[in-house]
């Protein structure tokens, strides 16, 4: 499975950004994509996945009112709108697919993308 992961960039804090990250290659009949992200010195953490086939969700409770996971079935992409974003959102972005489990932790993930840059200025 190979991921594109594209949509960071640089926004003023209270702005929005709308990241994608199309999965390619075979997956499984039932399958996850996670977004996790790192700033600089911290670790890895979750943000959010979205469920192939049912579409079922998972978001971080610090991320939850100002994050939407959504899908499009067609090409296996899962976008993130990030609202509302403050200078500690700044991080890379990872996208991650998980053949086994939904769920929350990184270690259930065994695909990544190559990351993507968000930086919230403040």
């Known amino acids: 499975v190979q991921l594109q992961a594209s949509g960071g960039g640089l926004v003023q804090a209270g702005g929005s950004l709308r990241l994608s990250c199309s999965a390619s290659?075979?997956?499984?009949?039932?399958?996850?994509m996670g977004w996790f992200r790192q700033a600089p010195g911290k670790e890895r953490e979750f943000v959010a996945a979205?469920?192939?086939?049912?579409?079922?969700?998972l978001y971080a409770d610090s991320m939850k009112g100002r994050v939407t996971i959504s899908r499009d079935n067609a090409r296996n992409t899962a976008n993130l709108q990030m609202n509302s974003l403050k200078p500690d959102d700044t991080a890379l972005y990872y996208c991650?697919?998980?053949?086994?489990?939904?769920?929350?932790?990184?270690?259930?993930?065994?695909?990544w993308g190559q990351g993507t840059q968000v930086t919230v200025s403040s």
């Open positions: 991650a697919v998980s053949i086994s489990r939904h769920s929350v932790w990184s270690q259930d993930y065994r695909y």
């Open positions: 290659g075979r997956t499984s009949s039932s399958w996850s």
């Open positions: 979205i469920r192939w086939p049912y579409g079922n969700t």
